[in-house]
């Protein structure tokens, strides 16, 4: 994920004891069954924390430390040992504090912690549980994986968890070596530029990223595809994250071959550069068209295709980015406009409230629901209501296909 990865590398390498930190099976267990929700391609599962909880927990296989994203956790979980650390040098923005904690009791129900800390911002930088309109109080990865295999069905929201040797492997599908470095796991893929171009790319392999594919240094290398977007890709300490979407021609992971990607080209920050030597990242919008079963021990990933392998890749035709806020998280507010989008045509600005599409109040939707909404097919024509200047307006949005 973007947006933590280079501070949750400087929390791990200069704070935390050099223990190993991980989950076992409880009683014996051969297997566990763990339920998620997939909510804006975010693996979300809920566990406790000290007997406090649930909580929501994204899993995010690209960050190597436990995050707790939500600063109120402090008191909710009845914290006896913390300290604080402060954080500098990593950008133009405020110098940052955060809590590193002893061992917790992270409780999955089938599953046991052992020694598993957490950093804990005093300030929420990130606002994820405004991006996936449910309260999300933080990020969860190398912890959970380091240890076991774990199986991730989309078609059913589940996670199996057993011993890699207890793993019931797919009759049919491909085996993908993965290599952790610094408590992240990688592989490689190749990548076909529409020009043609092709390389070999080394990609995190990362639950916690919504989008299909992100490639970084590009821009520099061989510049951008002829057509792209501006964008906002994430948050990051500094700030958003800038840059493009366009398309790449083809993605190949072992013997699949992923045509016509969405693809995200961030800008280089001096502030946010990574501390490994990577081209990338491979996200949801690609990984949850399979069925997964993730083995750090053994440093393999398996993938099988799902039933919507060959759907084709759809970008917003709204140019309207937007999120949650309020005590229910069921306001839509608009927080960017992308210049000559359809959104910017009708007058859209920064702040406008979303009230309702096609007479349907936001209230009864998901911010999913309405994503699907503003990919769903071009020159389709769309009624908002909108708090827009102080007053309710409705306007009338016609999709366009900008990539």
């Not at 919507?308 to 949650?324: A, Q």
């Not at 007479?359 to 998901?366: A, E, G, W």
């Not at 908002?384 to 296909?401: A, C, G, P, Q, S």
């Amino acid at each position: 994920m973007l947006r933590v990865t280079v501070l949750l590398a400087f929390l791990w390498c200069c704070s935390m004891p050099a223990r190993a930190q991980y989950f076992d099976l409880e009683g014996g267990r051969k297997r566990v069954t763990v339920p998620f929700r997939l909510i804006r391609d975010l693996v979300v599962i809920r566990l406790n924390i000290n007997d406090k909880g649930p909580f929501n927990f994204i899993l995010d296989t690209g960050v190597g430390l436990m995050l707790i994203t939500d600063p109120k956790l402090v008191d909710s979980i009845n914290l006896v040992n913390k300290r604080t650390i402060h954080i500098e040098g990593l950008g133009e923005g405020d110098d940052l504090e955060a809590y590193i904690t002893a061992a917790l009791n992270v409780q999955i129900p089938g599953l046991k912690s052992y020694d598993v800390g957490a950093a804990i911002l005093k300030t929420d930088h990130f606002g994820l549980s405004n991006y996936a309109g449910i309260p999300i109080h933080g990020l969860l990865g190398y912890e959970f994986f380091n240890n076991l295999a774990v199986k991730i069905n989309f078609a059913d929201s589940t996670l199996t968890i057993s011993k890699p040797k207890d793993m019931r492997l797919f009759n049919k599908g491909n085996k993908i070596p993965l290599k952790v470095e610094n408590r992240k796991p990688y592989l490689q893929a190749k990548v076909t530029f529409t020009n043609g171009t092709k390389s070999i790319d080394k990609l995190i392999f990362d639950l916690g990223a919504g989008h299909p594919l992100s490639l970084e240094n590009i821009i520099e290398k061989h510049g951008l595809p002829d057509k792209f977007i501006a964008a906002n890709l994430g948050v990051g300490l500094t700030g958003p994250i800038n840059g493009f979407v366009s398309r790449v021609k083809e993605v190949d992971i072992g013997k699949y071959k992923i045509k016509n990607v969405i693809t995200s080209f961030p800008v280089s920050n001096a502030g946010e550069k990574s501390v490994e030597q990577r081209d990338g990242n491979l996200g949801m919008g690609i990984l949850k068209r399979f069925t997964l079963i993730v083995d750090y021990p053994d440093s393999v990933l398996y993938l099988k295709p799902g039933p919507n392998m060959d759907e084709p890749y759809e970008h917003d035709m709204s140019g309207l980015e937007y999120y949650s806020t309020g005590k229910d998280l069921n306001h839509v507010v608009v927080s960017r406009v992308e210049p000559g989008s359809p959104g910017d045509e009708v007058g859209l600005e920064p702040g406008d409230e979303i009230m309702a599409i096609n007479f349907k109040s936001v209230t009864k939707m998901t911010l999913e629901e309405i994503d699907g909404i503003f990919k769903s097919r071009p020159d389709r024509a769309l009624l908002l209501e909108v708090y827009h200047d102080k007053k309710f307006d409705n306007v009338i949005i016609t999709l366009k296909r900008r990539i």
